[in-house]
């Protein structure tokens, strides 16, 4: 099994940078790829990033295209997400998200997952 701990969300204003992180404990074969999904209240939840450790593929959600960049530090197998230019339409529960393969935008196909981290930007 694996462990996800998110941290890093908190309360910004419109155009402020956050950056979140997510730290995987457990057999590392099983989080090759680790990513991020979101979900607003009263939304379905939205893929955002994710990066695959072994072959550095990328995916971006279209919404967060050229304002999120996703970080991986390998030797700590942490994932990062740092996002610029935050509207409130970034306001939502982050969820940090493991898999054993490759990259994929479907939260279905991740088997491991976060609590949480809750991320409010104020207009």
């Known amino acids: 099994q694996v462990q996800l701990v998110e941290s890093g969300g908190g309360f910004v204003q419109a155009g402020d940078s956050l950056r979140l992180a997510c730290t995987a404990s457990?057999?590392?074969?099983?989080?090759?790829?680790m990513g991020w999904f979101r979900q607003a209240a009263g939304k379905e939840r939205e893929f955002v990033a994710a990066k695959s450790q072994l072959s550095g593929t990328i995916y971006y959600g279209d919404s967060v295209k050229g304002r999120f960049a996703i970080s991986r530090d390998n030797r700590k197998n942490t994932v990062f997400l740092q996002m610029n230019s935050l509207k409130p339409d970034d306001t939502a529960m982050y969820y940090c998200?493991?898999?054993?393969?490759?990259?994929?935008?479907?939260?279905?196909?991740?088997?491991?997952w976060g609590r949480g981290t809750q991320v409010t930007v104020s207009s």
């Open positions: 457990g057999p590392r074969d099983l989080s090759n790829t």
């Open positions: 998200a493991a898999r054993e393969y490759g990259v994929t935008t479907r939260d279905d196909e991740y088997e491991f």
